[in-house]
């Protein structure tokens, strides 16, 4: 059976979607959270709103986001941190740094 240039695009899109659901859930030990601590590919740190299958100010590609870093101010791939593996220091940090609550 072959299948229409459709349905290869949602099973694309689903894949990417369950991808990205078992990085994050990995990566951060739930599958959402309001206040998502992300980092740039600079290496800045801040939150954002990180829903797995959905976005309103980042594009989505898979398990990272390209979105503006509010911390150096440039447009940036981003993706979620375990904030067991940060220091006190880079946790007050990243936490104190937010991206804009709308798009």
């Not at 229409?4 to 694309?12: I, L, Q, T």
């Amino acid at each position: 059976m072959k299948l229409s240039k459709r349905h290869k695009a949602a099973a694309v899109a689903g894949g990417l979607t369950a991808a990205e659901a078992v990085v994050v859930t990995r990566r951060r030990g739930s599958f959402f959270r309001a206040r998502t601590v992300v980092r740039c590919r600079r290496g800045h740190l801040f939150t954002t709103i990180w829903i797995p299958g959905g976005s309103v100010k980042a594009v989505r590609l898979g398990p990272w986001r390209f979105q503006r870093c509010p911390v150096g101010k440039h447009w940036s791939l981003v993706t979620p941190v375990n904030m067991a593996e940060l220091s006190e220091e880079d946790r007050e940090f990243a936490l104190s740094r937010r991206d804009t609550r709308l798009p």
